[in-house]
């Protein structure tokens, strides 16, 4: 999609403005909830271990997409003034990158969760510092690859139906942007996905034997699922049919329902545990407490 000084096609000034609006609510929802895991693991000690150095780069991760779902809220707000995506064509480019780096970032840290659980659990040994910094070195690096090849010609970055924010260009549908979309596919959603799910099953498998408390296996592989697999169908529709049969409209849904992946990630890994959720508190209240002897 080409900048205009026109509003996109198929929406109306106050739709622009709804989009605008469901994203700001969620990127400061997901940069909130992030931000406390990230102090946590920061301003608590005890949080500093292998196993939450992996929660801590899915924050870090989660964070990334929410500041991109920020950007777009603000792209979206100004648009209706300006009528025009207000940074360009570079700056398209580099959001495009961001919002991959950190979205396949995403992905791939909550499979390495999921495969440190398994491994704390199954083999009641501590993950290793040095396999918990490998595997979030692998995690970005990986993700910069990736998300780089778009920039050197295999794929390509634009604009969403609405002009607000950038990714894959799907529109083309040709053969550069079939291949990388299914080789990038494979790597980086189906793979981390099986990860995922085989972990946590195992890991479940293992507790009914002992008769520990049983672990949800479902919720994380349902939370890819749920937040990157509108985009899998759409990038898989792509490849197959001229994608402009659908509605922009139904192009954004995507977008929105992927921005919510932060949220989410937080309330399940971070959030919804004890000792995270008592380094949050511990946090809170240190400031609170150093607010009130200010006072």
Same mark, same amino acid.
């Given at each position: 999609m080409a900048e205009s000084g026109s509003l996109p096609t198929g &929406?109306?000034?106050l739709e622009v403005l709804a989009v605008g609006m469901v994203l700001l609510v969620e990127a400061l929802t997901g940069l909130c909830l992030n931000s406390l895991t990230i102090l946590s693991f920061c301003k608590t000690p005890?949080? +500093?271990t292998p196993t939450h150095l992996l929660v801590l780069s899915l924050a870090l991760a989660d964070s990334g997409i929410s500041l991109n779902a920020l950007v777009a809220a603000t792209s979206s707000l100004l648009r209706v003034s300006h009528r025009r995506w207000p940074y360009g064509s570079n700056g398209c480019?580099?959001?495009g990158f961001q919002g991959f780096v950190?979205?396949?970032a995403s992905i791939c840290s909550s499979a390495a969760i999921a495969w440190g659980r398994y491994h704390h659990y199954c083999s009641r040994s501590q993950l290793a510092w040095n396999t918990a910094i490998s595997l979030v070195i692998c995690v970005w690096l990986s993700s910069a690859f990736w998300a780089a090849l778009p920039l050197l010609g295999w794929g390509h970055y634009d604009y969403e139906p609405l002009g607000t924010c950038c990714t894959l260009d799907y529109s083309?549908?040709?053969?550069? &942007?079939?291949s990388f979309l299914f080789t990038m596919a494979f790597f980086n959603f189906f793979v981390p996905l099986f990860i995922t799910f085989i972990s946590y099953r195992l890991m479940e498998?293992? $507790? +009914?034997?002992?008769?520990? $408390?049983?672990v949800n296996t479902t919720l994380p592989a349902r939370t890819l699922l749920f937040g990157w697999g509108p985009y899998a169908l759409l990038y898989l529709y792509a490849t197959i049919a001229?994608?402009?049969?659908? !509605?922009?409209?139904?192009q954004m849904v995507p977008a929105l329902v992927a921005k919510t992946v932060p949220t989410i990630n937080a309330i399940n890994y971070a959030l919804g545990g004890e000792m995270v959720h008592r380094g949050i508190w511990q946090c809170l209240s240190h400031?609170? !407490?150093?607010?009130?002897?200010? +006072?």
């Open positions: &929406f109306g000034e005890e949080l +500093r480019q580099a959001h950190t979205a396949l083309r549908g040709d053969r550069n &942007f079939t498998q293992k $507790l +009914r034997k002992t008769g520990h $408390l049983q001229d994608v402009s049969s659908i !509605s922009p409209k139904l400031q609170g !407490s150093g607010l009130d002897r200010a +006072r």
